[in-house]
């Protein structure tokens, strides 16, 4: 869920290579500078292409920072299965939090983008959207374990799981705490196990 900072890795041809550079320079260039700053021929320069060849493909800043983002969602990533929900979700959290620790500039920047552009907040939305739903499994292994009650809302869980996380380095911008991501989990947890994230248009 936390992948939006890493480097496309999609193999191919000559096509694959200059996305590749081009989306590298990309995520440089908005940590660097951020949003406002970003340039379709900072991006080309940096890129060691011609800016025709981006605008080409990618049109204007709109266009490359939705394939940023895209690119995040074409990674093979599999949510966490330590074998139980505690397990998983500190996992899940520690994922999080190390991707928002390596590159925070980026992660913000990425963010920013999308309340400035209606194309980088759809194109935010369906990486999010499809990170939860991968990471629903989670609360089914743990319902199918005796872990949860049925009829246990997985996404508002998911979503409390790993709300302390961003909260932390997104709002407060503080340093990372090694705590928060199992204590966050076994918040979460603890919670879910009582009812608290019961489906409303389920039985609990």
Do not use: K
Not at 31 to 57: P, S
Not at 115 to 121: G, I, L, M, P
Not at 127 to 151: C, F, K, M, N
């Amino acid at each position: 869920m936390a992948d939006l900072p890493a480097t496309d890795r999609r193999p191919g041809g000559r096509t694959a290579r200059v996305r590749a550079r081009v989306l590298d320079a990309v995520r440089a260039e908005l940590a660097r500078g951020g949003h406002d700053a970003l340039t379709v021929e900072g991006v080309a320069t940096r890129a060691g292409v011609h800016r025709a060849t981006v605008y080409r493909r990618w049109r204007d800043v709109g266009g490359l920072i939705v394939d940023v983002i895209d690119a995040a969602g074409e990674i093979d990533w599999q949510p966490p299965d330590t074998g139980s929900l505690l397990g998983d979700l500190t996992e899940l959290n520690r994922q999080i939090q190390q991707s928002l620790v390596e590159r925070p500039s980026l992660a913000l920047a990425l963010m920013a983008a999308s309340f400035h552009s209606e194309q980088a907040a759809r194109a935010q939305t369906r990486l999010w959207a499809d990170r939860y739903a991968q990471s629903e499994v989670l609360v089914a292994r743990a319902t199918g374990r005796g872990e949860l009650p049925a009829g246990t809302d997985a996404r508002a869980l998911l979503i409390a799981a790993t709300a302390p996380v961003y909260h932390e380095l997104v709002l407060l911008r503080t340093g990372p705490d090694p705590a928060v991501p199992a204590r966050a989990a076994q918040a979460a947890v603890l919670a879910a196990a009582a009812g608290a994230f019961a489906h409303p248009e389920l039985p609990a």
